[in-house]
């Protein structure tokens, strides 16, 4: 089946330490996406990457990173450097590199930092 | 920039009964893109309807209508005969063109509304 898939549904973090969150799609879609939601509100971009090798800040890129060395896969890292890490993080992907028509979501990654 | 409001942090609809979830937009582009997503309570997003700024109908999707009313820069979601299922979070999002005049696919979120389908 096609689809993204986001892993690990669950993680805990101790502060200071570095974190990497994984993205996978077999969509074969240009452009991915890192969102950000906190409890009762609404999603926030990261960051996004309309190709390969390519990868541009969002609204909140601050202490995060991320790489796309493979069409099919956008890791986000989470630093130490990110002041207030705990909070569900959403993949997504779309068509074409213009953003096509829809996003499709993966099923998110719960992070807490203990 | 763009900005989405939806001002109904709650609501509530009997099983069978139709509801509109509101959602309002600012931008000065011309040309954008509105969405709906569901996401339940496994936090998933679920793409529901999208309506073209240059659409001249409302677009429609099954349940799913969106009232689309551009001078008004409205584009509420309508659900006609809500099931259990529907109890969710409902956010309306824009994307809107990038500095370079073509879409890069960035959505803006509202903070989206609850939704309560009562037997």
């Known amino acids: 089946d096609g689809g993204i898939t986001q892993s690990p549904k669950y993680l805990f973090r101790k502060e200071g330490q570095n974190v990497t969150l994984s993205c996978e799609q077999n969509?074969?879609?240009?452009?991915m996406y890192w969102y950000r939601q906190d409890p009762g509100q609404g999603l926030r971009l990261i960051y996004y990457s309309q190709i390969v090798n390519d990868f541009q800040k969002g609204d909140i890129a601050e202490g995060y990173s991320v790489s796309r060395e493979k069409k099919e896969s956008f890791p986000l890292t989470v630093t130490s450097a990110q002041k207030n890490p705990t909070a569900f993080y959403l993949c997504?992907?779309?068509?074409?590199?213009?953003?096509?028509?829809?996003?499709?979501f993966g099923p998110g990654t719960r992070l807490t930092v203990l | 920039a763009q900005k989405i409001t939806q001002t109904q942090p709650g609501m509530f609809v009997q099983e069978k009964e139709a509801v509109t979830l509101d959602c309002t937009y600012d931008?000065?582009?011309?040309?954008?893109?509105l969405f709906w997503y569901k996401q339940p309570s496994s936090g998933e997003m679920i793409f529901l309807i999208y309506?073209?700024?240059?659409?001249?109908q409302n677009a429609t999707e099954g349940r799913y209508s969106l009232n689309f009313q551009k001078a008004r820069k409205s584009a509420n979601l309508v659900i006609s005969a809500s099931q259990l299922g529907d109890s969710a979070m409902y956010f309306c999002?824009?994307?809107?063109?990038?500095?370079?005049?073509?879409?890069?696919?960035?959505?803006?979120f509202g903070q989206g509304t609850i939704l309560t389908v009562h037997p």
């Open positions: 997504a992907s779309s068509m074409g590199r213009d953003g096509g028509y829809e996003q499709f």
């Open positions: 999002a824009m994307r809107a063109p990038n500095a370079g005049g073509t879409s890069y696919g960035k959505l803006t």
């Open positions: 969509l074969n879609h240009d452009a």
């Open positions: 931008t000065s582009d011309q040309s954008y893109g």
């Open positions: 309506q073209g700024s240059y659409d001249e």
